[in-house]
């Protein structure tokens, strides 16, 4: 099996032209975490909301993907092949308009959403580092 990780992150709302407009500015205030449904080789394959993260397990080989919100608004679709056991991690998010995104994620994306360093993995220490000397001598 491989699989297919979508995740949602909260995104902090900026004023600019496109999210000010009289459409956007509505979504926002009436209904601000409305659900973006996942659409996985032309089928619907579940629904992805804000701070969320989904894991489809799908088979190896090529497959298609986006996202759609209320039958007319959808991201661009993408094509995916995966191998045996391979992950790919994509990011969902909003267009300034209300339109759903989707992209792959970086290394650093995916870190930053989990609120570690990609440079330094947790808990590992320089290769070339002696032990801690001891607070007294030992005789």
Do not use: N
């Not at 360093?117 to 002696?130: I, R």
């Amino acid at each position: 099996m491989a699989a297919i990780r979508i995740i949602r992150p909260r995104r902090p709302w900026s004023v600019s032209p496109a999210t000010v407009l009289p459409t956007a500015l509505l979504l926002r205030l009436f209904k601000r975490h409305w659900s973006y449904t996942v659409v996985l080789d032309h089928r619907a394959a579940g629904t992805i909301g804000v701070d969320q993260e989904k894991v489809f397990d799908v088979d190896p080989g090529e497959h298609v993907l986006h996202m759609r919100f209320v039958l007319l608004r959808r991201s661009k679709e993408m094509r995916v092949s995966l191998k045996e056991g391979e992950e790919r991690v994509f990011l969902c998010g909003t267009s300034g308009l209300g339109w759903p995104t989707l992209r792959e994620a970086s290394p650093q994306d995916v870190a930053e959403i989990r609120g570690a360093s990609v440079s330094e993995p947790p808990d590992s220490e320089p290769p070339d580092s002696e032990p801690p000397e001891p607070d007294h001598p030992v005789w």
